[in-house]
């Protein structure tokens, strides 16, 4: 399972879960997403793991307080081009100050 973070010009910022990096690339909708207006499931609801579920739910709840740094950093991986195009990359975590 893959989180991507992006932002939309109707509902701001999205979070969205998907099976897989090919799910992402080829256009598969997201198996979760959660916005500022609520979270959404694209399938039945005993596929969704309880973990995905209880950070969409979260997502959802940071989204309403405007939370965005906390959001962002949800993401495991990110599109490579601009509008959710491109392939999706992983996010590298940022290397510790010495």
């Known amino acids: 399972m ?4 992006t932002p939309t ?5 999205v979070v969205k879960w998907w099976r897989s990096v090919e799910h992402a690339e080829y256009g598969s909708p997201p198996l979760v997403s959660a916005s500022r207006n609520g ?6 609801l005993h596929e969704v ?3 995905v579920m209880h950070k969409a739910i979260s997502a959802y709840m940071m989204l309403k307080r405007d939370e965005v740094a906390a959001v962002k950093a949800m993401a495991t991986h990110r599109f490579s081009g601009p509008f959710k195009t ?11 100050d010495a």
Do not use: Q, R
């Open 49 to 51: 793991p309880d973990p």
């Open 86 to 96: 491109g392939a999706v990359m992983p996010i590298e975590p940022e290397a510790p």
């Open 9 to 13: 010009i109707m509902d701001g910022l």
């Open 2 to 5: 893959i989180c991507t973070v």
């Open 39 to 44: 979270v959404m499931v694209d399938g039945y």
